[in-house]
T-cell receptor, first 117, second 118 residues
Framework: LAKTTQPISMDSYEGQEVNITCSHNNIATNDYITWYQQFPSQGPRFIIQGYKTKVTNEVASLFIPADRKSSTLSLPRVSLSDTAVYYCLVGDMIKGGSGGGADGLTFGKGTHLIIQP | NAGVTQTPKFQVLKTGQSMTLQCAQDMNHNSMYWYRQDPGMGLRLIYYSASEGTTDKGEVPNGYNVSRLNKREFSLRLESAAPSQTSVYFC?????????????????FGPGTRLTVL
């Protein structure tokens, strides 16, 4: 299983762009990178997933360099409601959870993002 | 469409008591999971079921048993609860994992069960 490293915590202000970087030096060829968000007293919620280059959806962008040894979750113009813990997961999403093993199901401690007014 | 539901929401047990946490999903997902989350920590996988009729151990299976009752339901049982099992338990489910590199298995989580073992 690919191990991930993220900052324990980050601070920012409303209206700013926030970038959270995740290192995954031993990512495998079939591994995808997935980010989840968790608010207090709730289960995690899927944000975005990617394999290479850039992925964008309505809430975030995910930048993955060519060597795929790291990835950056970008949250544009954050608000107070973006205060949460963000988890980076790496694993084979085809195998993981659908018959091939628990790959990609290691959440780690995540990054606690605090947004201030 | 309720998504993933868990019962109970809260539970207090005494050491040595047993209980079963229930989880159900109505999204026709093949895979289901049980996690625990201790204060200030990330989620750790206890058991998972890749498909109906199969279960496998995750990172921290000791002290737990699971049953995939049918495609909808996946229960977690504590046979003899210990204070170290005080935690928040999350159930999740994910889809079938279609073949091909463009697919993914987004997990949908339930609201959690807060368990205290005295």
């Amino acid at each position: 299983l690919a191990k991930t490293t993220q900052p324990i915590s980050m601070d920012s202000y409303e209206g700013q762009e926030v970038n959270i970087t995740c290192s995954h030096n031993n990512i495998a060829t079939n591994d995808y990178i997935t980010w989840y968000q968790q608010f207090p007293s709730q289960g995690p919620r899927f944000i975005i997933q990617g394999y290479k280059t850039k992925v964008t959806n309505e809430v975030a962008s995910l930048f993955i360099p060519a060597d795929r040894k790291s990835s950056t979750l970008s949250l544009p113009r954050v608000s107070l409601s973006d205060t949460a813990v963000y988890y980076c997961l790496v694993g084979d999403m085809i195998k993981g959870g659908s018959g091939g093993g628990a790959d990609g199901l290691t959440f780690g401690k995540g990054t606690h993002l605090i947004i201030q007014p | 469409n309720a998504g993933v539901t868990q019962t109970p929401k809260f539970q207090v047990l005494k050491t040595g008591q047993s209980m079963t946490l229930q989880c159900a999903q109505d999204m026709n997902h093949n895979s289901m999971y049980w996690y625990r989350q201790d204060p200030g920590m990330g989620l750790r996988l206890i058991y998972y079921s890749a498909s109906e009729g199969t279960t496998d151990k995750g990172e921290v299976p000791n002290g737990y048993n699971v049953s995939r009752l049918n495609k909808r339901e996946f229960s977690l049982r504590l046979e003899s609860a210990a204070p170290s099992q005080t935690s928040v338990y999350f159930c999740a489910s994910s889809g079938s994992g279609l073949a091909g590199p463009s697919s993914y298995n987004e997990q949908f989580f339930g609201p959690g069960t807060r368990l205290t073992v005295l």
